[in-house]
């Protein structure tokens, strides 16, 4: 017969077993990398950046006004600016749509409260000595109110409507710091009259022709406009911001009055099956992750690929390149995916000497948040998924 005490033991000693086994098997809770933004604002050029997307971008049709708030993001805060500078950016990129606030032809006259709120917020990010990028934004989309693109049908009325903008905005801002850089604008080409998956290829000088004529325009409007626009360094959008595009021999980078100031803007959404796609039925392919076990040596070798034309065509021959945008979505991706993803191209930047601007839309409840990663209301907090992506890069200054 057994004692109470080792019938006892005889229960407890499996019970323990198991809460071992069980202890063994479950890996620590992970905790959440530091980084210190001291380091990331250390370094050279331009460091790193980001954008306020979905804000002053915003675009209505034309029975209904957007504004600043009409996507779903609250107005922009000094304390928001004072924040993202916290975090360790040295770039931001503020994309601001002008159509809704440009009055009839043929003075194109840009609204003077607009103008003035966009001049606020410029002065606020120059304030906390950062880089600012404005430029013109979905006056090139596919909106009802999106005008530039009538280049196609209209171009001598739409390179006066450009000229006539982009000169307000140059005489508005010819005496701010030289670290507002103006570009020109956002994602343009014209695929009403060539695409690259046309059978027709014959009107492909014609649409580069037309971006490069836009571009010249800036330039020219820019540099006239005098004072520290003389001078300052300017930002010219490739076509459609597309990195094949825009290696394409047809591109032509604008003359300028002064050496060593024009960038190259380029976007970066590849692969857009990850970056992009947020149905896995999508008709042009889907991927929930990027960067694994499986897929990591194409993955990585195709990035690099991207970069290295970038270096080929553009750095090698002394012009700077800036990532204005990349982003993957939230929605149907792998988190371990997404931070893989964005620090590889984050990292590949800082390696290059390109200048990368994260594409941001806020953490907040009334906005689409699929890419969103900094909240945009107090206490303007980081994503855990950004965290531990600035943990992982490599910010040693050159």
């Keep these: 017969m057994y004692t109470m005490t080792e019938k006892l033991l005889f229960l407890f000693i499996p019970i323990v077993l198991v809460i071992t086994l069980m202890a063994a098997s479950c890996p620590p809770p992970r905790e959440m990398p530091e980084y210190d933004p001291a380091e990331l604002l250390a370094l050279p050029g331009f460091g790193i950046g980001i954008n306020i997307g979905n804000t002053l971008d915003s675009i209505g049709t034309n029975t209904w006004l957007a504004g600043e708030t009409g ?138 022709r037309k971006l490069n004529a836009l571009n010249q325009s800036f330039v020219s409007i820019v540099r006239a406009s005098g004072s520290i626009n003389a001078s300052r360094p300017l930002l010219i959008a490739g076509y459609w911001t597309d990195i094949d595009a825009t290696c394409d021999p047809l591109f032509k980078m604008p003359q300028d009055t002064i050496a060593d100031k024009l960038i190259v803007s380029v976007h970066y959404y590849t692969p857009p099956q990850f970056c992009i796609a947020e149905d896995p039925n999508t008709s042009w392919g889907f991927r929930n992750d990027w960067g694994n076990r499986t897929t990591s040596a194409a993955d990585n070798a195709e990035l690099a690929a991207q970069m290295e034309k970038l270096k080929v065509n553009f750095l090698d021959k002394g012009i700077s390149v800036i990532l204005g945008e990349y982003g993957a979505t939230k929605k149907n991706k792998i988190e371990e995916g997404r931070i893989r993803w964005m620090t590889a191209v984050t990292q590949m930047c800082i390696d290059y000497g390109i200048c990368p601007v994260l594409w941001d839309t806020g953490i907040n409840p009334a906005a689409n948040n699929n890419s969103g990663e900094i909240r945009r209301n107090p206490p303007y907090s980081m994503s855990n998924t950004l965290k531990r992506v600035m943990a992982q890069l490599v910010t040693a200054s050159e």
């Excluded at 982009?166 to 005489?171: F, K, T, Y």
């Excluded at 507002?180 to 027709?200: C, H, K, P, T």
């Design 71 to 208: 996507w779903g993001n609250p107005r922009i805060t000094k304390g928001f600016i004072q924040a993202l500078k916290g975090h360790g950016y040295k770039t931001i990129r503020l994309p601001v749509t002008w159509a809704e606030n440009i009055g009839p032809a043929p003075a194109y006259t840009i609204n003077a409260a607009w103008m003035n709120r966009v001049e606020e917020v410029v002065n606020w990010i120059l304030e906390e000595d950062m880089y600012c990028i404005l430029n013109l934004h979905h006056d090139g989309g596919h909106s009802d109110k999106s005008w530039i693109l009538k280049m196609s049908t209209n171009e001598a009325e739409a390179l006066h409507q450009f000229e006539t903008v982009w000169n307000q905005i140059a005489q508005r801002f010819r005496n701010a710091s030289d670290k507002l850089i103006l570009e020109s604008m956002n994602e343009v080409g014209f695929d009403d009259i060539w695409n690259r998956w046309a059978q027709d290829q014959s009107q492909k000088p014609e649409a580069y």
